[in-house]
T-cell receptor
């Protein structure tokens, strides 16, 4: 079974631009969670989607948004990029988002904002 | 809100020796799960071990075992017979089983960089 995939793997943008990151979960998994990883703030939860619905959201500004498609693939979008948005963005999938389920992570998208 | 604290920013160990990484957490929940993940230089986050809070028995997974002290809210990871491939950043993580604002939300500690020396 293929693992979680994320595209693109690397991205360079300039301040003010917007960016869209994609995450394809493990086949059969319907829950996708997104995380931002930075040296200063560590790993922080962005949001979780299940069956095309956002069920949970972390403490990030409205510039960060996401969606999930009927095939469970998920995208996150960051508008009006700031230098502080430079980070590794990780997504993880589980079957249903249950607390006891292991979250399987993708390799991440490394975003650099200049 | 839940918090997870890893008090050891860096640790080192000789190959074949044993090392213990510390983790404490704070929560008012009674039903939750705890995890240790490793992140090698490739940045791929990999599950090492998980523990259900309702189970008193400590989880083990080959060379990896935990010491789960629920009353003390402590969850340490012991790595036996350390191998060079164990070199990585290790994260302790918590997730509540309360649903709602807990869906899909792992709360991570700041991580411990473990270096295994030959």
């Amino acid at each position: 079974k293929a693992g979680v995939t994320q595209t693109p793997r690397y991205l360079i943008k300039t301040r003010g631009q917007q960016v869209t990151l994609s995450c394809s979960p493990i086949s059969g998994h319907r829950s996708v969670s997104w995380y931002q990883q930075t040296p200063g703030q560590g790993l922080q939860f962005l949001f979780e989607y299940f069956s095309e619905t956002q069920r949970n959201k972390g403490n990030f500004p409205g510039r960060f948004s996401g969606r999930q498609f009927s095939n469970s693939r998920s995208e996150m979008n960051v508008s009006t990029l700031e230098l502080g948005d430079s980070a590794l963005y990780l997504c993880a999938s589980t079957f249903s988002g249950g607390a006891g389920e292991t979250q399987y992570f993708g390799p991440g998208t490394r975003l650099l904002v200049l | 809100a839940q918090t997870v604290t890893q008090s050891q920013p860096e640790m080192s160990v000789q190959e074949a020796e044993t090392v213990t990484l510390s983790c404490t957490y704070d929560t008012s929940e009674s039903n939750y799960y705890l995890f240790w993940y490793k992140q090698p230089p490739s940045r791929q986050m990999i599950l090492v071990i998980r523990q259900e809070a309702y189970k008193q028995q400590n989880a083990t997974e080959n060379r990896f075992s935990v010491n789960f002290q629920k009353a003390a809210k402590s969850f340490s990871l012991k790595i036996s017979d350390s191998q060079l491939g164990d070199t990585a950043m290790y994260f302790c993580a918590f997730i509540s089983n309360a649903g709602g604002t807990s869906y899909g939300k792992l709360t991570f500690g700041q991580g411990t960089i473990l270096t295994v020396h030959p």
